[in-house]
């Protein structure tokens, strides 16, 4: 059984950067893809970025040219690297597996293993 475990959450001034980082232990993450969600308050999760086994990328169009997905197989890890914050981004930001060999695909039916969530919080 895989666990996720996401890390790298803050406070940040609008236009600030974080880089969030989600690690697995059990399982490793290679030949899987991976995906970043988040939740705001009162509102429901919803998809943020997507990475495939072979690195190929999806985005959701809010976050577009400000946040860069990446993962590191040999550290069974994905990163979010966050630029340009907003208030909007604010959020609790997850990590999940997806398929294996699968696409960077953006409904969540397509991904388990949930990590805990990282707290994101941007103000102006």
Request: proline share 1%; aromatic share 12%.
């Amino acid at each position: 059984q895989v666990q996720t475990v996401e890390s790298g959450g803050g406070l940040v001034q609008t236009g600030g950067s974080l880089r969030l980082s989600c690690a697995a232990s059990g399982r490793t993450f290679t030949n899987y893809a991976l995906g970043w969600f988040r939740q705001a308050p009162g509102k429901e999760r919803e998809f943020v970025a997507a990475i495939n086994w072979h690195g190929g990328t999806n985005y959701a169009e809010s976050v577009k040219g400000r946040f860069t997905i990446s993962r590191d197989n040999a550290k069974n890890t994905v990163y979010l690297q966050l630029n340009g914050l907003k208030r909007e981004d604010t959020a609790v930001y997850y990590c999940a597996r997806g398929r294996i060999f699968g696409a960077a695909a953006y409904q969540e039916y397509e991904y388990d293993s949930w990590g805990q969530g990282t707290q994101v919080t941007v103000s102006s």
